[in-house]
């Protein structure tokens, strides 16, 4: 069994940054994905960055240069740097842990608003 809480979500103005972290407990291996996911108001989830254990990122090209995705292996903690967050950045963020055949788990969620 694996827990995943999630902090750091709040309000925000246009271009200002926040940090989200993502702390799992349980059954952790090294061959895990974490990522973080957002969903916006009447919108589909959609994939906003991942990070093998060994480091390896990707992102989704609308927070390319903005956001950075970075974990802590000892402490199993995952980190969303968002900088220059813009209007279209709110949403509720999940964090997630892609665990091949042992499933996918998921956060509660943390909001993000971004609104002057």
């Known amino acids: 069994q694996v827990r995943l809480v999630e902090s750091g979500g709040g309000l925000v103005q246009p271009g200002e940054s926040l940090r989200l972290s993502c702390a799992a407990s349980?059954?952790?291996?090294?061959?895990?994905?974490m990522a973080w996911y957002r969903q916006a108001p009447g919108k589909q989830r959609d994939l906003v960055a991942s990070?093998?254990?060994?480091?390896?990122?990707m992102y989704r090209d609308s927070v390319k240069g903005r956001f950075t995705i970075s974990g802590d292996n000892a402490k199993n903690t995952v980190y969303l740097q968002m900088n220059s967050l813009k209007a279209e950045d709110t949403a509720v963020y999940y964090c997630?842990?892609?665990?091949?055949?042992?499933?996918?788990?998921w956060g509660q969620g943390t909001q993000v608003t971004v609104s002057s």
């Open positions: 349980g059954s952790i291996f090294g061959s895990d994905t």
């Open positions: 997630v842990l892609h665990a091949g055949r042992r499933g996918n788990y």
């Open positions: 990070i093998t254990r060994g480091g390896s990122t």
